[in-house]
């Protein structure tokens, strides 16, 4: 079966495994990315939370009660699901759905906070922070301090609280306190630096959760390595299933973790084609959009180098994206290594293209996915046809649309 | 010698502990900044700090978020900044001014190239607030080929061998972080920051500036018993700020506050 249990209990990958790749450096850097750009107050913290980490993450007792509470409590692993009415319409490559919309919470970001919060609760720390933007990894962080026990704020920009107000009452139904943070752009962007603000002034007690794999060193090898689950699991799966692995992945980047969750374990597998996918908003010319990786450049921000949407004065720039989770002017360091690289492909969809395929997936397969997930889905839909239809490719449905009726209904001027 | 080194130096010969007051560039307005320095070196201030304004100041309290959000609402970028500097130097060549802020402007501008232009508009050094030595080697080697220093911070959390490796890159001086939290935070434990200031200061042979807590001339005066200098930040921002309206008052009243300050440390050095 391809979903045998054993692959809830291989180690997370060794970061220089077969041929090499072997990034981040010990200091956090991926090429010229990523590093540990932080205010002196923070730099023990860091040095403490990567000690714990590189610790726990080859401890035998830490890996078993992950997969436990994986394979438990977040229902892993999520299904590998082959969309052959899309697939038959698309007249090309066999598309797969990789299910992490079924997971707890609905989407992948469970996998990163279940690790987090277990690592919090191992290091001593009481208190648990997050910064939100679509409130997915908010809901998720408030979940997991619900289950051990430990307080939890989280800070969500004034315009993303309007926005996804559904997430912000599950958030407070969990018993987590929702601080609106009004200053700057007042979305995911500045949620993080009050986060960050935080955790300057409560470092004793708080650990701090960043939900993607952006943030100083080792956030984003740790929640990459959290998030690696749905690549290995896919890797088998698709093995199992077709006998071979796929020729292509696609996923959506806002920070990127779900993006390196599915990418990393693929990345020394030379035929297996990686393409992550931006908001492009109203399209990359207008300027309106989310997508620093096709049209940004690099700078530093929230604690790494990577690129960035910024103006001519170094001034970090406001984004636009229909999805709240999309909508972030940086990107993980190890998309920028691997774009520069070329080992992954960065291309861009725009708010129209993203809504499309949401509506074809939902009348098409009665997947209702996630508009950050349907930025990967318009995107796969270029492709199949590209492609041989005895060729695959696997798409991370990251999450489930369920909270984005609100905007999606607003747009065709329903009011709910 | 660098003219902060100079400054410190002709300091301890008169037994005077530095004040350095902090402003954001550009607040409330960039025609604000130039007479305010003046004012403030005419009120005591022995070295300037100067707020680079950027988008995400992670470091920052709501009082200096508030004035870097004032001063980007008109514009004001670090070539801006470099061209205050270069004004301000025109007419008081003695007091050394440190720009503070955070890497993406510097970074965007280039390091050379900002090393070039800080140095020709008489900027003595910088203090990046989001760059520890373990990413400042290239930083460093730019400011210190054009004569600045590069000021660190230290802070509750930094441990011994933490020290020593600032030690190592820092030149200046160092600024000791009073409190665990962003800027305008917190309240001073003055015991466990003279304890530090001691450990700090037998580890590394620079000033140690003091700042993050210090609200009035009490904590200043405080702070002046242990400290080689005494940084006001939120506490000057914050007297902008309820003059938004009526800029040409800014000077006169940050004049005074500072001349209070002054005269409490005063009276602890003269103790």
């Excluded at chain 1, 020394?268 to 989310?290: C, K, N, P, S």
């Excluded at chain 1, 990577?306 to 999805?323: K, P, R, V, W």
């Excluded at chain 2, 003219?3 to 300091?11: K, N």
Aim: with cysteine; glycine share 10%; net charge negative.
């Amino acid at each position: 079966m391809a979903t045998a249990p054993a692959i809830l209990s291989d180690p997370p990958l060794p970061a220089g495994l077969g041929q090499g790749y072997h990034w981040p450096d010990a200091h956090g850097h991926f090429g010229p990315y990523g590093g540990l750009f932080v205010p002196e107050t923070l730099m023990h913290p860091l040095a403490q939370l990567r000690e714990a980490y590189e610790h726990y993450l080859g401890d035998p007792e830490f890996q078993a009660e992950l997969d436990a509470d994986l394979q438990d409590y977040v229902g892993r692993p999520s299904p590998i699901y082959h969309a052959q009415r899309w697939s038959r319409d698309l007249d090309g490559a066999q598309v797969y759905l990789k299910r992490e919309d079924l997971n707890h919470t609905g989407a992948h970001k469970i996998n990163n906070t279940i690790g987090q919060a277990l690592l919090a609760r191992r290091m001593g720390k009481t208190r648990i922070i997050a910064e939100t933007g679509a409130g997915q990894h908010g809901v998720a962080s408030a979940t997991v301090a619900a289950r051990l026990g430990l307080e939890c704020v989280v800070y969500m920009g004034e315009v993303d609280v309007a926005r996804q107000e559904a997430n912000v009452y599950r958030m407070r139904l969990l018993g987590a306190r929702v601080v609106s943070v009004k200053s700057g752009s007042r979305t995911l962007k500045d949620a993080l630096n009050e986060a960050m603000r935080d955790w300057v002034t409560n470092v004793d007690d708080t650990f701090y959760i960043i939900g993607t794999v952006a943030g100083p060193h080792p956030y984003p090898a740790m929640v990459r390595d959290f998030q690696a689950v749905i690549g290995r699991e896919s890797r088998a799966q698709m093995l199992a299933r077709t006998g071979r692995l796929p020729d292509a992945l696609v996923a959506c980047v806002g920070g990127g973790s779900n993006a390196i969750g599915l990418f990393y374990p693929f990345i020394e597998d030379a035929g297996v084609a990686m393409y992550g996918i931006e908001a492009a908003g109203d399209g990359l010319a207008t300027g309106r959009h989310a997508a620093p990786l096709n049209a940004g450049r690099p700078g530093v921000l929230h604690g790494n180098r990577t690129y960035l949407m910024e103006d001519a004065n170094g001034q970090i720039i406001e984004t636009h994206s229909i999805s709240a989770g999309l909508d972030y002017p940086g990107v993980g360091p190890e998309h920028a290594w691997l774009k520069d690289s070329g080992r992954a492909h960065y291309d861009a969809i725009t708010d129209a293209e993203a809504l499309a395929a949401f509506h074809t997936l939902t009348r098409t397969e009665g997947i209702i996915p996630a508009l950050e997930s349907s930025h990967a889905l318009a995107y796969a839909a270029k492709l199949a046809p590209t492609m041989r239809r005895d060729q695959s490719i696997l798409v991370n449905l990251s999450g489930r649309g369920d909270k984005d009726m609100h905007t999606v209904a607003t747009l065709e001027g329903l009011v709910l | 010698m660098s003219r902060i080194a100079e400054r410190f130096a002709s300091l301890r010969g008169r037994g005077r502990t530095a004040l350095i007051p902090f402003v954001t560039a550009g607040d409330p307005h960039p025609s604000t900044t130039v007479p305010l320095m003046h004012a403030m070196v005419g009120a005591g201030a022995d070295l300037i700090e100067l707020g680079v304004p950027f988008s995400d100041p992670i470091a920052d309290g709501p009082v200096i978020q508030r004035a870097t959000e004032r001063a980007l609402a008109r514009g004001v970028s670090l070539a801006h900044v470099l061209s205050m500097v270069r004004a301000f130097r025109a007419q008081d060549p003695d007091t050394p001014v440190v720009l503070m802020g955070y890497l993406n402007p510097i970074e965007v501008m280039g390091y050379e190239r900002f090393a070039v232009a800080a140095q020709a508009a008489g900027v003595d050094g910088a203090l990046v607030v989001d760059v520890p030595p373990e990413e400042g080697a290239e930083l460093v080697a730019a400011l210190r080929g054009r004569g600045l220093d590069l000021v660190y911070l230290l802070a509750p959390t930094s441990t011994p061998e933490r020290i020593r490796l600032i030690g190592e890159v820092a030149s200046g001086f160092v600024y000791y972080v009073a409190v665990k939290g962003v800027t305008g935070a917190g309240h001073l434990d003055l015991d466990a920051v003279a304890a530090r200031v001691s450990t700090i200061k037998s580890a590394i042979p620079l000033p140690v500036g003091v700042g993050f807590g210090i609200k009035d001339a009490a904590t200043a005066a405080a702070v002046a018993a242990v400290a080689d200098a005494v940084i006001v930040g939120s506490a000057i921002v914050s007297r902008i700020e309820a003059l938004e309206q009526t800029p040409e008052a800014i000077p006169g009243v940050i004049a005074e506050f500072l001349a209070d300050l002054r005269a409490a440390i005063d009276a602890v050095d003269a103790g």
